[in-house]
């Protein structure tokens, strides 16, 4: 996995992420298991890139037999706090250090990006057993709802970013635009307060190497815009959950 500054800023603020970040809806390890064929349940499943362990918990809870990836140093000691029972190594997804056919599932979620498609992809299917799933997922925030659009958009304007390299980022972060991946997308949301809304965009990695000063001047502009839209302070956080299956 990359180690841009990018990459590395979530170490400093492990604790925001796992307090803040939304977790995957119930469907989309549904639609896992029926492309991949089989029940998580009682599967080897390696979770790489795991961070704090949002998807882990939910893979575990599934009776999964789980062991997580992740390289970082500050979120592979929030995800021991957290899920003191599951193993967790230190390594990427582009060396994964996990031996050949020793996994029914490989699970990346909003980590894929993170790698290189060149080293990881071989990685994960040398992980694989023979008839194993690749399953790669993300949430992205859903667009079509007019104050995400137009939140999104005052970002992008704020970190100087255009459409098309936000388009192009969105399309390394899933592998769906390759032969022998399936792909199932399942609209859902949270009600939040405003302060976790808020938390949560701070702990993108685009806010977390901005500088604290200048992070923390947009983000009090965004809660006051919030707060006229939001005004009994709670968000309903609409999303667009994804995940792209192969088999190996």
């Known amino acids: 996995m990359t180690t841009t500054p990018h990459a590395r800023s979530f170490d400093a603020a492990a604790a925001l992420y796992a ?3 939304p977790s995957y809806p119930p469907a989309l390890l549904d639609a896992v298991e029926e492309i991949a064929g089989r029940p998580l349940a009682g599967a080897r499943v390696a979770d790489v890139g795991a961070g704090t362990g949002i998807l882990t918990a939910l893979l575990h809870a599934r009776g999964a ?11 592979a ?3 021991r706090r957290s899920l003191p ?6 390594g990427d997804g582009d060396r994964l250090p996990l031996a050949s056919a020793s996994a029914d599932v490989v699970t990346y979620a909003q980590a894929w990006h993170w790698t290189d498609p060149r080293r990881s992809l071989p990685e ?3 992980v694989l057993r023979p008839g194993g799933a690749l399953a790669v997922m993300r949430n992205d925030s859903d667009e079509s709802v007019p104050w995400i659009a137009e939140q999104t958009a005052r970002i992008r304007r704020f970190l100087g970013v255009g459409e098309d390299v936000a ?3 969105a399309a390394r972060s899933l592998p769906s635009g390759r032969p022998g991946f399936t792909t199932r997308r399942v609209p859902w949301s949270r009600r939040v307060p405003l302060d976790t809304h808020i938390a949560n965009l701070s702990s993108h990695s685009d806010f ?11 983000l009090a502009r965004e809660r006051e815009l919030l707060a006229g ?3 009994d302070g709670t968000v309903e956080e609409p999303y667009v959950a994804t995940v792209s299956v192969a088999l190996r």
């Open 229 to 231: 839209v939001f005004p």
């Open 167 to 169: 388009a192009a980022g």
């Open 124 to 126: 994960a299917f040398r």
């Open 19 to 21: 307090a803040n970040r």
């Open 77 to 79: 000691a929030e995800f």
């Open 65 to 75: 037999r789980v062991v997580a990836v992740e390289p970082g140093d500050g979120m």
């Open 85 to 90: 029972g599951v193993p967790v190594v230190r």
């Open 208 to 218: 977390l190497v901005l500088g604290e000063e200048r992070a923390a001047a947009f």
